[in-house]
């Protein structure tokens, strides 16, 4: 059930969302697909915590990378990699997830203007990730991977950064 409440992606700040983001959580059957951002310690050049926040209380958390890692999933020089979406499992079935993905394109385009492409990878047996990113815009590449739990699908959503 989706609610009306405002959602909005923003850089992560440690004194404003470090204590609400350790205590998110997940059940088990979502946790085997991504990182909690409490497991996320360090963070180096070219990688940006990125908090999905609703009336300012963060819901969610993912990460954009613009690091060498892209260049396993994209040839494209200018895009970014998405990773480690989550949502805090006492937040989920709210819509926030399908917001914060309908938002990413405006917010990479501001943020990061010389970013035209994200791309991301999904386990074939995700099929609620799946269906987010289908609705968001995602394309499907038609290329896979075998990742730590299987088949992974590689996905992107091109940007309109004229």
């Not at 992560?12 to 991504?34: I, W």
């Not at 730590?148 to 950064?161: R, S, T, Y």
Request: negative net charge; charged residues 20%.
């Amino acid at each position: 059930m989706e609610n009306d409440q405002v959602v909005e992606l923003v850089h992560f700040s440690e004194e404003q969302h470090s204590t609400t983001l350790d205590g998110f959580e997940l059940p088990e059957e979502q946790a085997r697909f991504t990182a909690l951002p409490k497991e996320i310690l360090s963070v180096t050049e070219g990688q940006y915590r990125i908090v999905i926040a609703s009336n300012g209380v963060p819901v969610g958390f993912f990460m954009l990378h613009a690091t060498d890692r892209v260049k396993a999933y994209s040839d494209n020089h200018n895009a970014m990699l998405l990773t480690a979406l989550s949502i805090d499992h006492k937040q989920q079935r709210q819509g926030y997830a399908k917001k914060a993905m309908l938002a990413l394109s405006g917010f990479v385009m501001k943020e990061f203007p010389s970013c035209d492409e994200v791309v991301l990878v999904v386990n074939h047996k995700n099929t609620p990730a799946l269906q987010l990113y289908w609705t968001a815009g995602f394309a499907d590449t038609g290329e896979r991977r075998m990742g730590p739990i299987g088949e992974q699908f590689i996905m992107k959503l091109c940007l309109n950064n004229l």
